[in-house]
Antibody, heavy 120, light 110 residues
Framework: QVQLQQSGPGLVKPSQTLSLTCAIS??????????WNWIRQSPSRGLEWLGR?????????NYAVSVKSRVTINPDTSKNQFSLQLNSVTPEDTAVYYC??????????WGQGTLVTVSS | QSVVTQPPSASGTPGQRVTISCSGS????????VNWFQQLPGTAPKILIY???QRPSGVPDRFSGSKSGTSASLAISGLQSEDEADYYC???????????FGGGTKLTVL
């Protein structure tokens, strides 16, 4: 049973960096068959995939075009977790952020969600 | 405007059968498997159907999924009050190189 536990601040000031972490239990961030995703949800944009990191003999990343210039997703093998950094945030980035594990083409497991509000 | 299209709402009475449609394109549903998620208020989406028509353990067999070409459907039979939730479809899009989601369908049990 894979569990994903999210942590990070719920309030970020405009122009600053949003940082969240997702701790993994029941699988390894270095798994050769899983990918580790960040997804957000807001009333205006619905569910929006932000990007992923995965290991297939080396590390790979894919990012959504909408955030590609501002987003970084990194694995942390020493802590078996992965992180999201979103730079230069605006109020439009206010959303519930989820981490999720995908395997064999399916988004199987989700974190509990973190409401991040961008406000001064 | 979502890349994948769902009806915004659906409804049914207890015991009835309801279907929710999901329409995509050759780069997503037409090429990759479809996931269906159930989201109750204030909670994370929970996977209901994976690989087009597979149920994870613990999901009642009242829920079933199907796919044909660039469209997919979720069927719920023997509708119950606790099925009242938002339902989302999703698939990997090979052209966008990312996951795409439907806009969600709010199911009301009358």
């Amino acid at each position: 049973q894979v569990q994903l536990q999210q942590s990070g601040p719920g309030l970020v000031k405009p122009s600053q960096t949003l940082s969240l972490t997702c701790a993994i239990s029941g699988d390894s961030v270095s798994s050769n068959s899983a990918a580790w995703n960040w997804i957000r949800q807001s009333p205006s944009r619905g569910l929006e995939w932000l990007g992923r990191t995965y290991y297939r003999s080396k590390w790979y990343n894919n990012y959504a075009v909408s955030v590609k210039s501002r987003v970084t997703i990194n694995p942390d093998t020493s802590k078996n977790q992965f992180s999201l950094q979103l730079n230069s945030v605006t109020p439009e980035d206010t959303a519930v952020y989820y981490c999720a594990r995908s395997s064999t083409g399916d988004l199987m497991d989700w974190g509990q969600g973190t409401l991040v509000t961008v406000s001064s | 405007q979502s890349v994948v299209t769902q009806p915004p709402s659906a409804s049914g009475t207890p015991g009835q059968r309801v279907t929710i449609s999901c329409s995509g394109s050759s780069s997503n549903i037409g090429r990759n498997t479809v996931n269906w998620f159930q989201q109750l208020p204030g909670t994370a989406p929970k996977i209901l159907i994976y690989s087009n028509n597979q149920r994870p353990s613990g999901v009642p067999d009242r829920f079933s999924g199907s796919k044909s070409g660039t469209s997919a459907s979720l069927a719920i039979s023997g509708l119950q009050s606790e099925d009242e939730a938002d339902y989302y479809c999703a698939a990997w899009d090979g052209s966008l190189n990312g996951w795409v989601f439907g806009g969600g369908t709010k199911l009301t049990v009358l």
